[in-house]
Antibody, heavy 121, light 112 residues
Framework: QVQLQESGPGLVKPSQTLSLTCAVS??????????WSWIRQPPGKGLEWIGY???????HYKPSLKSRLSISVDTSKNQFSLNLSSVTAADTAVYYC?????????????WGRGTLVTVSS | QSVLTQPPSVSAAPGQKVTISCSGS????????VSWYQQLPGTAPKLLIY?????PSGIPDRFSGSKSGTSGTGTLGITGLQTGDEAEYYC???????????FGGGTKLTVL
């Protein structure tokens, strides 16, 4: 059974960098059959896709976040990471990692439980 | 404001049927597959429908999906409603112009 688990600080100060990691178990990322996405959900609001990465390291980011965003993969640890710089209160959200298709990247069949990140001084 | 438009809420009685629409355009739903997710309170979304009308294993056939040709509208149908179906439902797809995954704003289903 595929499982994803997010980890990282629950509180980040404004202007700093939000860093999260998603550990994948039950599937080897290097099998290459999937994309790996970050998705967030502000409290009481809807879902917002942030970006994805393939095991090869190829990434695709939401254009409006591209200047602040970096997603990387560590296939030796079977995990991928999110770095979002210059955060503001608008970045406060539950952050999910999810597995998508290699061709149809928006079909997310496995999700992590999510981790709440609050941006506040 | 979401790229994909869903009704904010729908309701129906137990045992009845409900449909949830997801309206987009030729650059998203009209040209790409639609997927649907169920989000129970306090939990992560769960994939219900992919490639417009396919169900992952373990999803009961009470849940169905369809897409209206190239008009840019997807529909989720739920029959035999149960109180456990009360949740937020989201549609999603790829947008060719935005070059991004886009979601609807979500529809809250109440089973009266």
């Amino acid at each position: 059974q595929v499982q994803l688990q997010e980890s990282g600080p629950g509180l980040v100060k404004p202007s700093q960098t939000l860093s999260l990691t998603c550990a994948v178990s039950g599937d080897s990322m290097s099998s290459g059959g999937y994309s790996w996405s970050w998705i967030r959900q502000p409290p009481g609001k809807g879902l917002e896709w942030i970006g994805y990465i393939y095991y090869s390291g190829i990434t695709h980011y939401k254009p409006s976040l591209k200047s602040r965003l970096s997603i990387s993969v560590d296939t030796s640890k079977n995990q991928f990471s999110l770095n979002l710089s210059s955060v503001t209160a608008a970045d406060t959200a539950v952050y999910y990692c999810a597995r998508g298709g290699v061709r149809v990247v928006d079909e997310f069949d496995y999700w992590g439980r999510g981790t709440l990140v609050t941006v506040s001084s | 404001q979401s790229v994909l438009t869903q009704p904010p809420s729908v309701s129906a009685a137990p045992g009845q049927k409900v449909t949830i629409s997801c309206s987009g355009s030729s650059s998203n739903i009209g040209d790409n597959y639609v997927s649907w997710y169920q989000q129970l309170p306090g939990t992560a979304p769960k994939l219900l429908i992919y490639e417009n009308n396919k169900r992952p294993s373990g999803i009961p056939d009470r849940f169905s999906g369809s897409k209206s040709g190239t008009s840019g509208t997807g529909t989720l149908g739920i029959t035999g409603l149960q109180t456990g179906d009360e949740a937020e439902y989201y549609c999603g797809t790829w947008d060719n112009i935005l070059s991004a995954v886009v979601f609807g704003g979500g529809t809250k289903l109440t089973v009266l």
